[in-house]
């Protein structure tokens, strides 16, 4: 369980997380929603140690953050932000086998040549897999991305936007994953996500910032309802059951 | 190619170029004194090749750009300012001056000293745009040139002629007591930087998937810094400043290998390195019949891939 507690931060005399106090569970989806700025993305790499925090606590497994050497806790925790520079031509396969460093500091074991192949066939990149990454589209790159934190293999995973980039049936392909890899494989799954019916469809628990606080954290019945949604957004709101999901419609 | 068979043709093209600069108009008369004399010189281009090569391409790695090198950055300028206030201070006939070991100490140390500092200045406070970085860089080699530049107008014109001597890189003049003291210097700071190359490979995905992946940046960024800071300071102080070579053969290396990872990366950025500066000696020796110097043929080599990478807008 990662537990966030009273966390503070400020950019230039803006604060832009102010007092977070949430949890986060394994065998869960939590989708971190709301505007830009709104402190989503600080929120998420304050927890990762991306970021300093100027107060406040995070506990991952009941250890504070700063307790954990950055190397064990690449095994428990791991974070892909949204914007993903390369300073090198690398492979698909390459830039995934990236993944198993914190399990073998760079000689891969047979094991973790298992876990990248699995990688691979999961996210359907076998095609690809020898290509370099700068031949390839924007979504390509994304997918390689994740299937390199996939093949990390940590019970943390925390994604920056994931479907950045990504067309209809690769956002889908993901979100499907992410759903499995939290159901089946019993990690706890945190993104921050723009799209507010893929955030309503396949999370579980939904946390709603504005303005650097959390406005509402809670089931995906709590908080995809047309009031919260329309205070957080400032923006009209109509929310509709389709096949027993609560889906929004604000155009 | 593999870059297995490429590494190879380096190492079969340095061993000829290596075999002529020290065979080449040898007798059996005269074969004693002329490889008494060319051996160090020899030894002095491999050391610096590596030097140069490793520093060059590990401050790239941790500073994520292909554009900026040590060099540039004012090293080469500080070290001439080390050996003017040397003179300057001590008189060219004192010990400190004249002894090599001595005067090697105290480059070195201050060298090292003074560019962790400027790196924390550089790469203390967050994420700098690369283009400001480099004018910096040239900004204060500039301020550190011409503040040497005016101690040598101050100086008297006998001891000028010593410090002359080390204001350009000279493979001719090298003492041979440097070269054996820098051996094991350089070879334990190589060794120490290869026993990072995995952990520099990752830093190719910069500082956050880095972080993600277990590697603690700031201490890693600091070592290789300071490593670096150590290797050019005892090339400097071989050979003297040579400043485009750097980034020459860091970015010949990139366009010719096609691997990612820094064990191979290294081993062919120094091979590439000591190529040019043996066939530079060749063409120099051989060809312009010891007209000019090394550093001129590099430097002008250096600075028109220089122009070009900035043209083709390749920095980062």
Not at chain 1, 6 to 22: D, E, R, T
Not at chain 2, 18 to 40: C, E, I, M, W
Not at chain 2, 107 to 118: E, N
Request: some cysteine; charged content about 15%.
């Amino acid at each position: 369980m990662i537990k966030v507690e009273n966390i503070n931060k400020q950019y230039a005399g803006k604060l832009v997380a102010s007092n977070i106090n949430v949890a986060f569970e394994k065998g869960k989806v939590t989708s971190i929603i709301g505007p830009n700025g709104a402190g989503k993305s600080t929120l998420l790499s304050i927890m990762s140690r991306l970021l300093d925090k100027d107060s406040g606590s995070v506990y991952v497994d009941g250890t504070e953050l700063e307790k954990w050497a950055t190397k064990t806790l690449a095994k428990r925790l791991a974070v892909l932000k949204q914007t993903n520079n390369l300073n090198m031509r690398f492979t698909v396969k390459e830039l995934i086998s990236f993944g198993r460093f914190p399990h073998s500091q760079g000689k891969l074991t047979d094991t973790d040549r298992q876990v990248i192949q699995h990688a691979i066939e999961y996210l359907d990149l076998q095609v690809i897999q020898d290509k370099y990454l700068d031949n390839l589209s924007g979504g390509q790159k994304q997918l390689a991305f994740i299937a390199m934190v996939m093949a990390q293999d940590t019970d943390y995973v925390l994604l920056d936007e994931p479907l950045n980039n990504l067309d209809i049936k690769h956002s889908l392909q993901i979100m499907k994953n992410i759903r499995r890899l939290a159901h089946d494989m019993n990690k706890a799954v945190v993104i921050v996500i723009h799209d507010i019916n893929f955030a309503s469809c396949y999370s579980d628990n939904i946390i709603a910032m504005k303005n650097g606080e959390v406005a509402i954290a809670g089931s995906v019945q709590e908080v995809i309802r047309a009031p919260v949604l329309e205070s957080i957004y400032d923006t009209p709101f109509k929310v509709v059951t389709l096949d027993n999901q609560n889906v929004c419609v604000y155009y | 190619m593999t870059d297995k068979s490429k590494i190879c043709l380096l190492i079969i093209l340095i061993v000829s170029f290596a075999v002529f600069l020290l065979g080449h108009g040898l007798t059996a008369d005269n074969y004693q004194y002329f490889l008494s004399k060319r051996t160090p010189k020899i030894l002095a281009m491999i050391l610096a090749s590596i030097a140069i090569a490793l520093s060059s391409f590990a401050f790239q790695t941790i500073t994520h750009n292909r554009i900026l090198t040590p060099s540039i950055m004012g090293f080469d300028a500080l070290y001439l300012l080390i050996q003017v206030s040397i003179v300057f201070i001590t008189g060219s006939l004192s010990v400190v001056a004249l002894n090599p070991y001595i005067n090697f100490s105290i480059s070195a140390f201050i060298m090292v000293s003074f560019s962790t500092l400027l790196f924390h200045f550089y790469f203390g406070s967050g994420r700098r745009n690369i283009i400001v970085l480099l004018l910096v860089g040239v900004v204060l080699s500039q301020l550190l040139f011409n503040i040497a530049n005016m101690l040598v107008m101050m100086l008297d014109p006998n001891e000028y002629a010593v410090v002359q001597a080390n204001m350009f890189a000279s493979f001719g003049t090298v003492s041979k007591q440097l070269v054996y003291l820098c051996i094991p210097i350089i070879l334990l700071a190589a060794i120490a930087l290869f026993k990072h190359a995995n952990v520099l490979d990752v830093l190719w995905l910069e500082n956050d998937n880095a972080t993600s992946l277990g590697v603690d940046v700031p201490i890693v960024t600091k070592r290789a810094l300071l490593l670096s800071a150590l290797l050019i300071a005892v090339s400097t102080a071989l050979v003297g400043p040579v400043l485009f070579l750097g980034l020459l053969v860091t970015n010949l290396t990139r366009e010719w290998f096609t691997t990612y990872q820094h064990k191979t990366l290294f081993i062919g950025c120094s091979l590439i390195s000591m190529l040019a500066l043996l066939s530079g000696q060749v063409i120099v020796e051989h060809v312009f019949a010891l007209q000019t110097t090394l550093s001129v043929v590099i430097n002008f080599i250096g600075g028109l891939y220089f122009l070009r990478m900035l043209l083709k807008n390749q920095i980062v």
